[in-house]
């Protein structure tokens, strides 16, 4: 084994208690792994909408403004009053970035279990993964077969584990079809490919005539796009055929939570036999998991009464499914990697260069189609 450095130069993002949001490099000391944990060198790991609501925060990004700490790249920039707010438990706490990444194990502790990943390439959670090294539990790693391209290692968790979720809690709470927003994202094309191969119903909404037919190409068959003047009646009719009863959407604010649950309950008032005020007795659920959109969520209350609108994050979801549950979907993934859970990535970039401010502004559009992955050694 290689010598390895004294220092591992790590990413973090610290607010500020004058109002100001900094991002920058320290090179801390390279840690020693415990019993039970590894070390690992990372080579991938992407810049997931999670990653960038820790990276970035409630920071108002127009101000941002590039500079330089110890010869390495920063940026600056102001956090308005209602970011100073949101952001209120972690200023002064300078945080490690980066959900999720993949890499080589370098160095392991003395249990039996750190010993067997030494050399084997793994797929990384549990943070602080924008760094050169990550140091952590055996648990939160998996080993991936021979071989792997830690190209494709680098985003075994987050989107594949949440698209598993969607058909699971799908199934687990009694519905047969889903409706699925910024369908075209990473995250939406595996949920395509899940529910081709499971043969459950999907509803797909995208924004863009570009993104129906990125959709059709990997043979997706129920999409509408929110662009398009009759979008409602689009929406409707694919409900109708599909039964969709739950949703997750990626979007948040805006309206499309509620068109979407409006979509349900006109397609579940078509099949009612007789006349209720109260609307339709079908229950319609929606999940929000994302935040493309950080303003208010509208709902024009046109759909009955049986209805929810919660929030939905990966975590909870896994504690409360089971470890044996997690396991089977954790298999999976290793089993399709380069399949149903291949990522695609527009840019690859280092370390360094996801403070440069130019690269920044551009991933932090979170444009569709577009994901950035950094590889912290080059």
């Known amino acids: 084994m290689?010598?390895?450095?004294?220092?591992?130069?790590?990413?973090?993002?610290?607010?500020?208690?004058?109002?100001?949001?900094?991002?920058?490099?320290?090179?801390?000391?390279?840690?020693?792994?415990?019993?039970?944990?590894?070390?690992v060198k990372v080579l991938t790991t992407p810049i997931n909408?999670?990653?960038?609501?820790?990276?970035?925060?409630?920071?108002?990004?127009?101000?941002?403004?590039?500079?330089?700490?110890?010869?390495?790249?920063?940026?600056?920039?102001?956090?308005p009053p209602p970011g100073m707010r949101a952001m209120a438990s972690r200023i002064g706490d300078a945080l490690p970035i980066g959900n999720e990444g993949c890499g080589v194990v370098v160095k392991a502790g003395a249990s039996p279990e750190a010993q067997a990943l030494m050399g084997k390439t793994v797929a990384l959670l549990g943070g602080e993964m924008y760094a050169e090294y990550r140091c952590l539990p055996v648990q939160m790693t998996m080993p991936l077969p021979d071989g792997t391209d830690p190209v494709d290692g680098a985003s075994c968790f987050v989107n594949p584990l949440t698209s598993l979720a969607f058909t699971e809690t799908m199934r687990?709470?009694?519905?047969?079809?889903?409706?699925h927003t910024a369908a075209a994202s990473n995250l939406g094309q595996m949920l395509v490919k899940i529910c081709a191969k499971d043969n459950i119903p999907?509803?797909?909404?995208?924004?863009?005539?570009?993104?129906?037919?990125?959709?059709?190409?990997?043979?997706?068959?129920?999409?509408?796009?929110?662009?398009?003047?009759?979008?409602?009646?689009?929406?409707?009719?694919?409900?109708?055929?599909?039964?969709?009863?739950?949703?997750?959407?990626?979007?948040?604010?805006g309206k499309l939570a509620g068109q979407i649950l409006a979509a349900m309950e006109a397609a579940a008032v078509k099949r009612m036999t007789s006349y209720s005020r109260y609307g339709s007795d079908t229950f319609k659920q929606v999940y929000i998991y994302g935040a493309l959109d950080?303003?208010?969520?509208?709902?024009?209350?046109?759909?009955?009464?049986?209805?929810?609108?919660?929030g939905f994050l990966l975590t909870p979801f896994l504690q409360k499914a089971g470890m044996e549950t997690a396991m089977r979907m954790r298999q999976r993934v290793v089993d399709e990697l380069t399949t149903t859970f291949k990522s695609h990535y527009s840019h690859q970039i280092s370390l360094a260069d996801a403070l440069n401010l130019d690269v920044a502004n551009a991933y932090n559009a979170k444009r569709t189609g577009e994901k950035y992955l950094i590889r912290p050694h080059g």
């Open 2 to 39: 290689t010598d390895l450095p004294e220092t591992n130069l790590t990413m973090l993002t610290l607010a500020k208690p004058e109002g100001e949001l900094e991002v920058y490099f320290e090179r801390r000391p390279m840690p020693e792994p415990k019993p039970h944990e590894v070390l």
């Open 49 to 79: 909408p999670s990653d960038l609501g820790l990276l970035f925060g409630g920071a108002d990004m127009s101000s941002a403004r590039a500079g330089t700490r110890d010869g390495l790249p920063m940026i600056t920039a102001d956090i």
């Open 202 to 253: 999907l509803v797909n909404i995208v924004r863009s005539a570009a993104q129906v037919e990125l959709l059709k190409g990997i043979g997706a068959t129920h999409i509408v796009n929110s662009s398009d003047d009759d979008f409602v009646d689009q929406l409707v009719a694919a409900i109708t055929e599909t039964g969709a009863t739950i949703g997750f959407d990626a979007i948040g604010g």
């Open 294 to 310: 950080l303003g208010p969520t509208l709902l024009n209350r046109s759909f009955g009464f049986s209805w929810s609108l919660s």
């Open 172 to 179: 687990m709470e009694g519905h047969s079809a889903i409706v």
